[in-house]
């Protein structure tokens, strides 16, 4: 068995890549604690804590060393994402480095180094099946380069004005785009500039998906802690089935996400065409599990659990929004199904080419 074989059933870290989530799980601790998190929901960014962020390399770690960055793989990168969501963190980073790492496939080297350090924040329209017209973009109230789909161009788009943002259930700095409202207007990239979005739209997805991860265990722990502490007939509530077996599920949930979504980063960093479903399928299940599980921290700790003060209801509003930033989770379910019926049509013209008995 050659390493890649192994590696395709083996998505354990290595030790470097435990430190890696060690530090970001300690820097998320000290620096975005649930009041900041809380102060920055009108605008949905705080800046402060995305310099710090930048200055620790997060930004540049995602781009390859061609254009001056680290080179971190796609595993690498579900790792801060997970911490990213275990704290609810108000930074656009997903969008960011998702955005960046497009311009650097494309070779935009216009704003190659203010993007990479941070300084300018870039970000990316993710709906499925959007190619013209305006749209809403996650991080767009905040971006400086916005990258949309026009057609069959890739065009940077960037504003005098910055488009005002939009509530929603995310609380993300979400705001429409209209690209002929755009004050500077760049078409990016050759006959390879489509191929190079879809992958960044895998991308996002997958980082969302392990942001999520990071998300709903987060919530697992805030309701397991409530209930080891609240009694009922002189026992912890922890210990009811009703209690304990959902709180089973969402571990259950956490490690089978965790899992799918580091095998689907090892898949777009290797072997990217082989098994592009994976990154949509981490998507789709956690953004199911990630409503589940929020919703039930909310309900394990009652009347608590619904009050604005809640750390649970603050979990709950992201696990529902978060997704919905990329549009109709449907659409990428869909899209699992096409690339699962394109790769075995093509598996079977392959087939009948070299054994015509198999087909």
């Known amino acids: 068995m050659d390493r890649y074989e192994l ?22 601790a000290t620096h975005c604690p649930i009041d900041v998190v809380r102060a920055a929901e009108p605008t949905g960014f705080d800046k402060s804590l995305w310099e710090r962020l930048c200055g620790t390399g997060a930004t540049t770690m995602a781009l390859p060393e061609s254009v001056g960055g680290d080179g971190a793989t796609l595993v690498d990168l579900t ?31 216009e704003s190659a180094g203010a ?100 998300l709903i265990e987060q919530t697992m722990r805030i309701a397991a802690e409530f209930a080891t502490t609240r009694y009922t007939l002189g026992v912890p509530i922890s210990t009811l089935q009703g209690i304990s077996h959902p709180l ?7 490690e089978g996400g965790r899992s799918l979504g580091r095998k689907a980063a090892w898949y777009l960093d290797n072997e990217p065409e082989a098994r592009r479903e ?27 659990g619904v009050s604005s003060e809640s750390a649970a209801s603050a979990y709950l509003v992201r696990a529902r929004g978060w997704p919905m930033a990329g549009g109709d989770v449907g659409a990428a379910a869909l899209r699992i199904a096409e690339l699962i019926s394109e790769r075995n049509i093509r598996e079977g013209v392959n087939h009948a080419v070299t054994d015509p008995a198999r087909v």
């Open 79 to 109: 790792l801060v994402a997970e911490e990213l969501g275990r704290a609810i963190a108000p930074v656009p980073w997903i969008d960011h480095v998702v955005a960046a790492r497009l311009l650097a496939r494309i070779g935009d080297t």
């Open 278 to 304: 994976l990154a949509l399928a981490a998507f789709v299940f956690m953004s199911d599990e990630a409503a589940k599980a929020a919703t039930m921290a909310v309900q394990v700790q009652g009347g608590l």
């Open 248 to 254: 089973a599920n969402i571990a259950i949930a956490v």
């Open 115 to 214: 993007v990479a350090e941070g300084r300018q924040i870039a970000a990316l329209a993710p709906q499925l099946g959007v190619t013209t017209g305006r749209r809403l973009v996650p991080a767009g109230s905040i971006a400086d380069h916005v990258i949309v789909r026009e057609g069959d161009e890739i065009v940077r788009l960037s504003f005098a004005t910055r488009p005002a943002k939009v509530d929603n259930l995310g609380r993300l700095p979400m705001a429409w785009v209209d690209p002929a409202a755009a004050d500077s207007r760049t078409v990016l990239g050759g006959a390879d500039a489509l191929a190079h979005y879809e992958l960044a739209l895998d991308e996002w997805r997958l980082l969302t998906a392990s942001a999520l991860v990071g």
């Open 7 to 28: 590696r395709r059933e083996d998505y354990s870290l290595s030790a470097d890549q435990a430190d890696l989530q060690a530090a970001y799980a300690k820097f998320f």
